[in-house]
């Protein structure tokens, strides 16, 4: 009796598959697998329900937590992917991780996916799908299915769908970021639709009356907001809810993806966008100009790492060592003010801060500024030193 684990969202892709890998594959056994990274509980319950009503058996693992622990490794890193925040990407490894250990446990043949062959996710699953030795099924991709097909097929089936023809987003949505796409957004210039928003109000429509919030840091990681400390999955929450209100964290991009498609993408993420912002502030008081420049290289290299998928890669942890040892000292607190879309950071204080308003203040002798003569003789020099030769050559 063969049998094979479905990493499941409860989605459209996902739940037509469970007929084809019968159908198509031959499997007498269908086991769904929905890992809880933060989604509204709503959905993590309609997934399970589904899952329980179309599958042989399934699994709803709680991986919050796990999730939380990247998010603020994510932090640490600015993690950032030609603007996009990662909140997809970071969480595949992990779900595939989850999957794979029931996989294991089920003793199944093969794991299966609901990704098509144009996307990143394929990449990002089977990395570590293959990484635990399982044989992957990919039907969208291997059967070159369309997403109308797809509604067509479910249609047949009897599957309870949400989409349709009109509106055929396919949305994907964690604890840090929601993801539209799909149907008219497909194409760049059609300006998006306010009904595709959940988690923010358009600028136009947020408050008139900005709202200044204080977040606190310890060694790189947010702990209070407002003075009140927070477990990190709560402050997320909460801060996707401030930031929401005040239309926070729209991001409407072309990006590029893995296989060299250029796509574009509609992103939801208040929480991570105040989030990053203050952290990227409070660096640039307490890290060295020399190490703010060298860290801009690591997290560059870092977030293409999450985005391909290849946290498992051996340069990913040596990369988390350097990161993790810049943040030794970010710790202090952030004022940002949120109005209307923007979230602006406008006061900071850190015991490790860099800066010193007794050397830097006009108003203060501790530095003789005549000391500055000889340095500024020197500045420049050879750009003075090529004009002239260029100068006698002419």
């Given at each position: 009796m063969s049998k094979v684990v479905l990493s499941y969202s409860g989605g459209l892709d996902t739940t037509v598959c469970i007929p084809l890998l019968r159908e198509k594959y031959g499997f007498d056994e269908v086991v769904t697998v929905t890992v809880d990274i933060g989604q509204p509980e709503k959905d993590v319950k309609e997934a399970e329900e589904r899952g329980k009503k179309y599958s042989d058996k399934h699994y709803t693992i709680d991986a919050k937590k796990e999730f939380v622990d990247a998010l603020f490794t994510l932090i640490k890193a600015n993690g950032d992917y030609e603007g996009y925040v990662l909140g997809t990407s970071i969480a595949r490894p992990i779900i595939a991780k989850k999957t794979a250990e029931i996989a294991i446990e089920e003793k199944a043949d093969a794991i299966a996916h609901g990704c098509t062959g144009?996307?990143?996710?394929?990449?990002?699953?089977?990395?570590?799908?293959?990484?635990?030795?399982?044989?992957?099924?990919?039907?969208?991709?291997?059967?070159?299915?369309?997403?109308?097909?797809?509604?067509?097929?479910?249609?047949?089936?009897?599957?309870?769908?949400?989409?349709?023809?009109?509106?055929?987003?396919?949305?994907?949505?964690?604890?840090?970021?929601?993801?539209?796409?799909?149907?008219?957004?497909?194409?760049?210039s059609f300006p998006p639709l306010e009904e595709i928003f959940e988690w923010t109000v358009s600028p136009e429509k947020a408050p008139d009356q900005p709202e200044v919030i204080k977040i606190d840091f310890e060694r790189g990681i947010p702990v209070a907001l407002n003075d009140e400390r927070m477990k990190g999955y709560e402050l997320i929450r909460k801060l996707n809810e401030v930031g929401g209100k005040h239309g926070v964290g729209r991001t409407d991009m072309m990006e590029d993806r893995v296989l060299?498609?250029?796509?574009?993408?509609?992103?939801?993420?208040?929480?991570?966008?105040?989030?990053?912002?203050?952290?990227?502030?409070?660096?640039?008081?307490?890290?060295?100009?020399?190490?703010?420049?060298?860290?801009?290289?690591?997290?560059?290299?870092?977030?293409?790492?999450?985005?391909?998928?290849?946290?498992?890669?051996?340069?990913?942890?040596?990369?988390?060592?350097?990161?993790?040892?810049?943040?030794?000292?970010?710790?202090?607190?952030?004022?940002?003010?949120?109005?209307?879309?923007?979230?602006?950071?406008?006061?900071?204080?850190?015991?490790?801060?860099?800066?010193?308003?007794?050397?830097?203040?006009?108003?203060?002798?501790?530095?003789?500024?005549?000391?500055?003569?000889?340095?500024?003789?020197?500045?420049?020099?050879?750009?003075?030193?090529?004009?002239?030769?260029?100068?006698?050559?002419?």
């Open positions: 144009k996307g990143n996710d394929q990449l990002r699953f089977e990395n570590i799908f293959m990484q635990y030795g399982f044989k992957v099924i990919a039907p969208m991709r291997e059967l070159n299915l369309t997403r109308e097909w797809e509604i067509d097929y479910a249609r047949k089936k009897g599957i309870e769908i949400k989409v349709s023809k009109e509106k055929p987003w396919s949305i994907d949505e964690n604890l840090w970021s929601r993801s539209i796409e799909g149907g008219k957004l497909e194409d760049p060299g498609l250029k796509a574009r993408e509609n992103y939801e993420h208040p929480a991570a966008t105040i989030l990053l912002t203050a952290h990227i502030d409070l660096e640039r008081l307490i890290l060295s100009r020399r190490e703010l420049k060298f860290k801009k290289f690591v997290e560059e290299e870092w977030a293409e790492l999450v985005y391909y998928g290849l946290t498992n890669d051996p340069l990913y942890d040596a990369l988390n060592v350097f990161i993790d040892k810049t943040q030794e000292r970010v710790t202090g607190w952030v004022k940002v003010k949120l109005f209307k879309g923007s979230a602006i950071p406008i006061a900071r204080f850190s015991e490790y801060a860099l800066y010193s308003e007794e050397l830097t203040s006009f108003d203060t002798t501790t530095i003789d500024q005549r000391l500055a003569e000889g340095y500024s003789a020197f500045h420049g020099l050879q750009g003075r030193l090529y004009r002239e030769i260029m100068k006698r050559k002419d």
